[in-house]
């Protein structure tokens, strides 16, 4: 098993910065793809960005060139780095590890699911 722990969610105006982390523990040999996911009020959930075990990644063309993903492997801690937010990224921001290859984990398969999940930290973009 694979507990993630997320915290950096937070209030901001249009065009500011935040930075989310995500902390995971129990099984870390198991993360080897790891991601961010996002679902705001009403919306299907949105796969954001994945990073293999290498540090390769894939982005949603909506966060393209404003969110930055990476990873942290000594620490077993992921980042989300995003900048320029629009009230569109209005979100619940969800941490997500799966064991998986690296090709998978840069597919589009695989910014649509995911085995493990944290619990979520709310992210409030304001016009």
């Known amino acids: 098993q694979v507990q993630l722990v997320e915290s950096g969610g937070g209030s901001v105006q249009t065009g500011g910065s935040l930075r989310l982390s995500c902390a995971a523990s129990?099984?870390?040999?198991?993360?080897?793809?790891m991601g961010w996911f996002r679902q705001a009020p009403g919306k299907e959930r949105e796969g954001v960005a994945r990073?293999?075990?290498?540090?390769?990644?894939r982005y949603a063309d909506s966060v393209k060139g404003r969110f930055t993903i990476s990873r942290d492997n000594v620490k077993n801690t992921l980042y989300l780095q995003m900048t320029s937010l629009k009230p569109d990224d209005t979100a619940m921001y969800y941490c997500?590890?799966?064991?998986?290859?690296?090709?998978?984990?840069?597919?589009?398969?695989?910014?649509?699911?995911?085995?493990?999940w944290g619990q979520g930290t709310q992210v409030t973009v304001s016009s």
């Open positions: 129990g099984s870390t040999y198991s993360t080897n793809c």
């Open positions: 997500a590890a799966d064991t998986s290859s690296n090709t998978w984990c840069l597919s589009i398969a695989a910014l649509e699911g995911s085995r493990y």
């Open positions: 990073i293999d075990n290498i540090g390769r990644t």
